[in-house]
């Protein structure tokens, strides 16, 4: 383990006595998942590309497996975000709605909130500007 990699670890451990939960890191990102306000959040550190993506994919369906009524994806944290990624962002949607749950985008910014415009995925992904401005 590189030392980024154990410091975006031990950072997301860190947290775990506050009900978060380390999903998964690698040199490249790190995912948490928590429950907030009866919602399941997974937050996304570092780069969202087609070698990580995989890695997000998993936490959100094992979350879906849970039932939750409402799924957030924060990417306050996310520094790029690529094609790939987006993909996985709208097929992780489709498979919410099919499980009866909604699936919403928190804190698109910069780089990555453009990314989502330039597909036209930002309105599917967040949703209503009212719905955007509850998680942002």
Do not use: F
């Not at 959040?41 to 993506?53: E, F």
């Not at 939750?68 to 949607?93: E, F, K, N, Y």
């Amino acid at each position: 383990m590189d030392a980024e990699t154990s410091s975006h670890s031990s950072a997301a451990m860190a947290t775990r006595g506050r009900s978060t939960l380390l999903i998964g890191a690698s040199r490249d990102i790190v995912v948490c998942r928590r429950v907030r306000d009866g919602e399941v959040w997974i937050s996304v550190a570092g780069v969202l590309d087609y070698a990580t993506r995989d890695m997000l994919a998993v936490a959100v369906r094992d979350s879906l497996a849970e039932r939750p009524g409402r799924l957030v994806v924060d990417l306050d944290q996310v520094r790029l975000l690529d094609a790939s990624a987006i993909g996985t962002l709208l097929r992780m949607h489709d498979l919410a709605g099919r499980c009866h749950a909604g699936l919403r985008l928190a804190n698109p910014h910069g780089i990555v909130r453009e990314a989502l415009k330039a597909t036209g995925s930002l309105p599917v992904l967040v949703g209503s500007p009212a719905e955007a401005n509850r998680y942002n």
